[in-house]
Protein backbone atom coordinates (compact mmCIF):
# COMPACT_ATOMS: atom_id res chain seq x y z
CA UNK A 1 0.00 0.00 0.00
CA UNK A 2 1.64 3.23 -1.33
CA UNK A 3 1.55 6.10 1.28
CA UNK A 4 -1.07 8.04 -0.32
CA UNK A 5 -3.11 5.10 -0.29
CA UNK A 6 -2.63 4.27 3.55
CA UNK A 7 -3.46 7.85 4.09
CA UNK A 8 -7.01 7.41 2.27
CA UNK A 9 -7.52 4.34 4.15
CA UNK A 10 -7.67 5.77 7.49
CA UNK A 11 -9.00 9.45 6.03
CA UNK A 12 -12.29 6.95 5.20
CA UNK A 13 -12.00 5.28 8.65
CA UNK A 14 -12.07 8.85 10.03
CA UNK A 15 -14.85 10.35 8.02
CA UNK A 16 -16.88 7.09 8.70
CA UNK A 17 -16.95 7.40 12.43
CA UNK A 18 -17.59 10.91 12.18
CA UNK A 19 -20.42 10.35 9.62
CA UNK A 20 -21.87 8.08 11.88
CA UNK A 21 -21.69 9.74 14.93
CA UNK A 22 -23.72 12.53 13.37
CA UNK A 23 -26.11 10.14 12.41
CA UNK A 24 -26.49 8.57 16.09
CA UNK A 25 -26.67 11.82 17.76
CA UNK A 26 -23.48 11.93 19.80
CA UNK A 27 -20.37 13.24 20.01
CA UNK A 28 -16.73 12.12 19.25
CA UNK A 29 -16.49 13.13 22.82
CA UNK A 30 -18.88 10.57 24.25
CA UNK A 31 -17.97 8.16 21.79
CA UNK A 32 -14.50 8.20 23.37
CA UNK A 33 -15.87 7.81 26.84
CA UNK A 34 -18.05 4.88 25.41
CA UNK A 35 -15.14 2.93 23.96
CA UNK A 36 -12.99 3.45 27.32
CA UNK A 37 -10.93 6.37 25.94
CA UNK A 38 -9.97 9.65 26.74
CA UNK A 39 -11.38 12.35 24.64
CA UNK A 40 -7.80 13.90 24.09
CA UNK A 41 -6.42 10.15 23.32
CA UNK A 42 -9.44 9.22 20.94
CA UNK A 43 -8.60 12.45 18.67
CA UNK A 44 -4.92 11.55 18.94
CA UNK A 45 -5.43 7.99 17.58
CA UNK A 46 -7.42 9.94 14.56
CA UNK A 47 -4.95 12.37 14.05
CA UNK A 48 -2.22 10.56 13.96
CA UNK A 49 -3.45 7.88 11.77
CA UNK A 50 -3.35 4.71 14.22
CA UNK A 51 -6.35 3.20 14.92
CA UNK A 52 -6.06 -0.30 16.41
CA UNK A 53 -8.47 -3.24 15.28
CA UNK A 54 -9.40 -3.70 18.95
CA UNK A 55 -10.74 0.22 19.24
CA UNK A 56 -12.53 -0.22 15.69
CA UNK A 57 -14.43 -3.13 16.73
CA UNK A 58 -15.57 -1.11 19.55
CA UNK A 59 -16.26 1.58 17.73
CA UNK A 60 -18.21 -0.28 15.82
CA UNK A 61 -20.42 -1.72 18.02
CA UNK A 62 -21.16 1.29 20.04
CA UNK A 63 -22.42 2.99 16.44
CA UNK A 64 -24.07 -0.28 15.30
CA UNK A 65 -22.24 -1.29 12.00
CA UNK A 66 -20.08 -3.98 11.26
CA UNK A 67 -16.44 -3.05 11.13
CA UNK A 68 -16.27 -3.64 7.73
CA UNK A 69 -18.46 -0.28 7.35
CA UNK A 70 -15.97 1.88 8.40
CA UNK A 71 -13.33 0.80 5.79
CA UNK A 72 -14.64 1.61 2.51
CA UNK A 73 -15.90 4.99 1.23
CA UNK A 74 -19.79 5.52 2.23
CA UNK A 75 -22.53 7.33 0.30
CA UNK A 76 -22.17 10.64 2.22
CA UNK A 77 -25.81 12.22 0.86
CA UNK A 78 -28.99 12.41 2.88
CA UNK A 79 -30.94 9.69 1.72
CA UNK A 80 -27.95 7.30 2.21
CA UNK A 81 -27.80 8.74 5.94
CA UNK A 82 -31.27 8.59 7.04
CA UNK A 83 -31.31 4.49 6.46
CA UNK A 84 -28.82 4.59 9.84
CA UNK A 85 -31.01 6.84 11.89
CA UNK A 86 -32.26 5.13 15.25
CA UNK A 87 -34.39 6.87 17.09
CA UNK A 88 -32.69 8.98 19.42
CA UNK A 89 -33.22 7.40 22.49
CA UNK A 90 -31.23 4.34 21.29
CA UNK A 91 -28.58 5.77 19.97
CA UNK A 92 -26.64 6.05 23.06
CA UNK A 93 -27.08 2.36 23.63
CA UNK A 94 -24.83 -0.45 22.55
CA UNK A 95 -27.32 -3.13 24.09
CA UNK A 96 -30.74 -2.89 24.83
CA UNK A 97 -32.22 -1.05 28.27
CA UNK A 98 -33.05 -4.13 30.06
CA UNK A 99 -29.31 -5.79 29.95
CA UNK A 100 -28.53 -2.21 31.64
CA UNK A 101 -31.23 -2.54 34.05
CA UNK A 102 -30.10 -6.10 35.10
CA UNK A 103 -26.26 -4.73 35.15
CA UNK A 104 -27.62 -2.24 37.55
CA UNK A 105 -29.26 -4.31 39.89
CA UNK A 106 -26.60 -6.42 40.09
CA UNK A 107 -24.01 -3.80 40.62
CA UNK A 108 -27.00 -2.61 43.70
CA UNK A 109 -26.53 -5.83 45.21
CA UNK A 110 -22.60 -5.57 44.69
CA UNK A 111 -22.69 -2.17 46.31
CA UNK A 112 -24.70 -3.29 49.31
CA UNK A 113 -22.32 -6.70 49.99
CA UNK A 114 -19.55 -4.75 50.37
CA UNK A 115 -20.77 -1.97 52.49
CA UNK A 116 -22.00 -5.21 54.98
CA UNK A 117 -18.25 -6.16 54.49
CA UNK A 118 -16.80 -3.18 55.32
CA UNK A 119 -19.09 -2.51 58.62
CA UNK A 120 -18.08 -6.08 59.47
CA UNK A 121 -14.19 -5.08 58.83
CA UNK A 122 -15.04 -1.97 60.96
CA UNK A 123 -16.51 -4.06 63.73
CA UNK A 124 -13.38 -6.44 63.82
CA UNK A 125 -11.16 -3.55 64.02
CA UNK A 126 -13.20 -1.98 66.97
CA UNK A 127 -12.71 -5.45 68.50
CA UNK A 128 -8.90 -5.74 68.12
CA UNK A 129 -8.51 -2.33 69.62
CA UNK A 130 -10.52 -3.06 72.40
CA UNK A 131 -7.96 -6.22 73.48
CA UNK A 132 -4.70 -4.09 73.63
Do not use: C, W
Not at 33 to 42: R, V
Not at 47 to 56: A, F, H, M
Not at 61 to 66: F, I, K, T
Not at 105 to 123: A, H, M, P, W
Amino acid sequence: MSEKQFDIFFKTIEVNIRQQTKVKRITLADLAQLIDMTEAGFYKMLSSESIKVKTLKKVAEVLQQPVEFFLKEQPQTEKAQSQYIMPPHEAYLAEPPSVYQKENESLQKQIRLLEDQLKDKEKIIQLLSYRT
